[in-house]
């Protein structure tokens, strides 16, 4: 250990800062900007806790008090203008590695408040239990009594879910509990709870006037209406913690830019289409085939489909699309792809892709590194990457989403 004085030359991809010592060695600072000078002492190639002898313009006040502690958030003392820019910048600097650039638009971002899913983690202890977020590269659990990312609906029902911890916990497990705000109530699924017994069955129920449906591992303690996602014109009910785009508004965001992506389409191919966030919408002007590696996803799509109207066709298959993905002619009766994967990328259904002559492609992503990697197969067949859409659902996080426009010269509309 030795104690230095330090500058941030820039930060990682993980938002930690990152300076280089005497040896040119380096060293990793959390919470700290670039240009800053701090210090304090480094262990093991980290300095903890530092002390920010020079502040950067862009550092800010974080909005809640459990900022230091609280894993939930790595970014809230960087002001939203320096944030936006760092995340459009990491795209550019993924895609620079393969020799690409395009348009990189500016980032939009989705407001306080905003989750309508978050996963809390909670433990039983000697006086009830306690509910929060796991600190900072760690297994212990901070309580919280304030989230600025989440709704205050989601926020007021921590002390419900330390009394479901304290009746269905155990002081050696930890329990997750995946709530979701639905257009119409909450949906709460809880994951690492002891056996439900006679005792635990007879309790839960009591919960009813809090949630819309309460699931217990794989099954379904009560359901008292199904919680329902508005998708265009199909309210969808996903199976119990499904994914889900993190926001509305980032979800608009991605549509908007599928959308735009796509324009005039009028045959669509929806590949990872989960349980229809992208086909529904699309659907209102195109027939959209929807291919999805989960049943239990396509079975939702499909059960949506039968009561949405002012749809055009739609169908759906499932289909592991890393195992077998859809095969370059089975691809001749679309003008149109939108493919969503998730963050391993798509290698297999690209280099499928890369040889279609498919006009034109909505690529959204989660990972800008697999989404260059990716990128660079369209291009090298003869895709243009057109622009960049940055999309930050998960705001004062390092996670960084975006939707693509890729077209054959020769084909685009």
């Known amino acids: 250990m030795s104690e230095e004085t330090l500058t941030i030359t820039r930060l990682g991809h993980r938002g930690d800062g990152i300076a280089q010592n005497a040896d040119g060695g380096q060293i990793l600072v959390p919470l700290t900007l670039p240009d800053e000078v701090v210090h304090g002492v480094v262990n093991e190639g980290q300095l903890d806790g530092a002390k920010i002898v020079t502040p950067s313009p862009a550092r800010v006040k974080p909005v809640c008090v459990h900022y230091k502690s609280c894993g939930g958030c790595s970014l809230q003392h960087a002001s939203d203008t320096f944030v936006s820019a760092w995340k459009a910048d990491q795209i550019a600097i993924a895609l620079a590695a393969h020799g690409i650039t395009t348009d990189i638009r500016a980032t939009l971002t989705s407001p306080a408040h905003s989750r309508r899913r978050a996963t809390f983690a909670a433990r039983r202890t000697k006086l009830g239990a306690m509910v929060g977020f796991h600190a900072r590269k760690s297994d212990v659990i901070v309580p919280i009594g304030e989230c600025h990312l989440l709704p205050d609906e989601m926020v007021a029902t ?18 997750g509990f995946s709530l979701t705000q639905s257009d119409i109530g909450l949906d709460l699924h809880v994951t690492g709870g002891k056996p439900l017994d006679h005792a635990l069955r007879a309790e839960l129920p009591k919960f009813r006037t809090e949630f819309l449906r309460l699931t217990w591992g794989d099954e379904v303690v009560f359901m008292e209406t199904p919680p329902y996602h508005q998708m265009g014109h199909a309210r969808v009910t996903p199976p119990a913690g499904a994914f889900l785009q993190a926001t509305k508004s980032g979800e608009a965001a991605l549509l908007a830019a599928a959308r735009s992506a796509i324009s005039g389409a009028t045959r669509i191919i929806d590949l990872f289409a989960g349980c ?16 999805e590696g989960s049943a239990d996803m396509v079975k939702t799509l499909q059960d949506a489909t039968r009561y949405a109207d002012g749809l055009k066709p739609i169908t759906a298959e499932t289909r592991d699309l890393f195992r077998r993905p859809v095969l370059s002619d089975e691809f001749a009766k679309y003008d149109a792809v939108v493919i969503d994967p998730p963050r391993a990328g798509a290698q297999a259904q690209v280099h499928e892709l890369a040889k279609t002559e498919i006009p034109q492609i909505a690529f959204l992503s989660c990972n800008p590194i697999s989404f260059a990697r990716d990128a660079k197969t369209l291009i090298d067949a003869g895709y243009c990457l057109e622009w960049v859409q940055p999309i930050d659902q998960f705001r004062w996080s390092p996670h960084i989403e975006l939707a693509a426009r890729f077209t054959r010269p020769h084909m685009a509309r």
Do not use: M, Q
């Open 276 to 291: 229809g966030t992208f086909t529904f919408p699309l659907a209102e002007t195109a027939p959209v085939h929807a291919v």
């Open 158 to 175: 921590l002390p419900v879910l330390a009394e479901i911890a304290r009746l269905g916990g155990s002081r050696s497990a930890v329990l």
